[in-house]
C-alpha cells in the first residue's frame, strides 16, 4: 500500500503477525491455522483500519479478534466427535516446556486462552477480561481452574492466588 495510510497498516503487520501467530498456535496447536486465524483477525483489522489504528493499541484489537476466532474454532472442533480435532500432536519443540503446552491443549478453550494470554502473553487480568469480554472475576476462575488441572495433569502443586 503506497498511501501513509497503507504503510502504516503494513507496519502493523509485520510487527503483530508473528507474535499473533504465535499466541494462536499456542491454542489451537496447529501452525497452519495458526496463520490463517492470525491473517484472518489483520484482515479484519486492514477492514477496520481507519477505526482501529485511530486507537492507543491497534494490535490489542487484533489479538481480540484472533483469541475470539481461535475459541470459536476450538468449540466448533470439539463439538464434533469423531471428526477432524484440532492437532494436539503437531511439533511444538519451539515451546518453552512440550510438557507444558501439552497439558495447556487439553484445557477447555476459555481456560486455554486465558492460560496463553496471562502466562506467555505477559496481559494483566484486566486486559484479559477485556479481549474475552467477560468480567475480572471470570478470568481469574479460568486460571484458577485451569491451574488446577494443569497442577494434577503434571503431578504438581498449585497455589491459591491469581493476580
Do not use: N
Request: hydrophobic share 40%; net charge negative; charged share 30%.
Amino acid at each position: 500500500m503506497g498511501t501513509p495510510e497503507g504503510r502504516e497498516y503494513d507496519w502493523y503487520f509485520r510487527a503483530c503477525f508473528p507474535r499473533l501467530t504465535r499466541t494462536v498456535y499456542l491454542m489451537v496447536h496447529d501452525q497452519t491455522l495458526a496463520e490463517d486465524i492470525a491473517q484472518e483477525a489483520l484482515y479484519r483489522m486492514l477492514r477496520h483500519w481507519r477505526t482501529v489504528s485511530a486507537y492507543d493499541r491497534p494490535e490489542a484489537w487484533a489479538r481480540r479478534v484472533a483469541i475470539r476466532v481461535a475459541v470459536r474454532e476450538i468449540q466448533r472442533r470439539a463439538a464434533r466427535p469423531g471428526k477432524e480435532q484440532l492437532a494436539h500432536h503437531a511439533p511444538i519443540e519451539h515451546l518453552p516446556d512440550p510438557d507444558v503446552a501439552s497439558a495447556v491443549a487439553e484445557l477447555a478453550p476459555m481456560q486455554r486462552a486465558a492460560v496463553v494470554l496471562f502466562y506467555w502473553d505477559d496481559l494483566p487480568v484486566r486486559e484479559i477480561a477485556e479481549v474475552l469480554e467477560v468480567s475480572e472475576s471470570t478470568v481469574k476462575q479460568h486460571l484458577h481452574r485451569a491451574r488446577h488441572r494443569l497442577a494434577v495433569s503434571l503431578g504438581e502443586e498449585v497455589g491459591e492466588d491469581v493476580r
